[in-house]
C-alpha cells in the first residue's frame, strides 16, 4: 500500500491528515509506504510546525517509522525545492524508482 503525500504540511491539514491515515492503515496487516511528492516532500525535512501554529506532522512520521514502514521522499521534488535535508529515516528515489513503487503497490491512497 502506498499512500502519496503532495501537499506542504503548513497551511493544510491534507499532509497530516495523509500521515494519520498511512499510520491507521497499519492496524490492519498492511506494510505501508509513504511517498512524498511535489509540495509533499516539505513534511520530509525537519519542520517547527509550532512556529506557525500547524499540524505535527512530526509525530505521525516518528510513528511509521517505529512501526518499520517506509518513507520515500522523490527526488525530483527535493530537487526543485532546494531542498538538501530530509528526516532520518526517510529514503531519497529518483522519480523512475517512485514511480514503480507507486504503479506496483496493490492500494494507492493519494492525498
Same mark, same amino acid.
Not at 16 to 44: H, I, K, M, Y
Not at 92 to 101: A, G, N, Q, T
Given at each position: 500500500? %502506498? %499512500?502519496?503525500?503532495?501537499?506542504? &504540511? #503548513? *497551511?493544510?491539514? !491534507?499532509?497530516?491528515?495523509?500521515? !494519520? %491515515?498511512? =499510520?491507521? +492503515?497499519?492496524?490492519? $496487516?498492511? @506494510?505501508?509506504?509513504? %511517498?512524498? =511528492?511535489?509540495? /509533499?516532500?516539505?513534511?520530509?525535512? $525537519?519542520? +517547527? &510546525?509550532?512556529?506557525? +501554529? /500547524? $499540524?505535527?506532522?512530526?509525530? &505521525?512520521?516518528?510513528?511509521? =517509522?517505529?512501526? *518499520? +514502514?517506509? #518513507?520515500?521522499?522523490?527526488?525530483?521534488? #527535493?530537487?526543485? @525545492?532546494?531542498?538538501?535535508?530530509? #528526516?532520518?529515516?526517510?529514503?531519497?528515489?529518483?522519480?523512475?524508482?517512485?514511480?514503480? =513503487?507507486?504503479?506496483?503497490?496493490?492500494?494507492?491512497? $493519494?492525498?
Amino acid at each position: 500500500m %502506498v %499512500v502519496i503525500v503532495r501537499w506542504a &504540511p #503548513l *497551511g493544510s491539514e !491534507r499532509a497530516a491528515e495523509a500521515l !494519520r %491515515v498511512a =499510520l491507521g +492503515q497499519t492496524l490492519a $496487516p498492511n @506494510r505501508v509506504t509513504v %511517498v512524498f =511528492l511535489d509540495e /509533499g516532500v516539505w513534511s520530509a525535512r $525537519p519542520l +517547527q &510546525p509550532e512556529v506557525a +501554529q /500547524g $499540524p505535527d506532522v512530526g509525530k &505521525p512520521i516518528r510513528f511509521l =517509522l517505529e512501526l *518499520g +514502514q517506509r #518513507l520515500v521522499a522523490d527526488a525530483d521534488s #527535493l530537487a526543485a @525545492r532546494e531542498i538538501h535535508t530530509v #528526516l532520518a529515516g526517510v529514503d531519497v528515489k529518483k522519480r523512475r524508482e517512485v514511480i514503480d =513503487l507507486i504503479t506496483t503497490a496493490d492500494h494507492v491512497i $493519494p492525498y
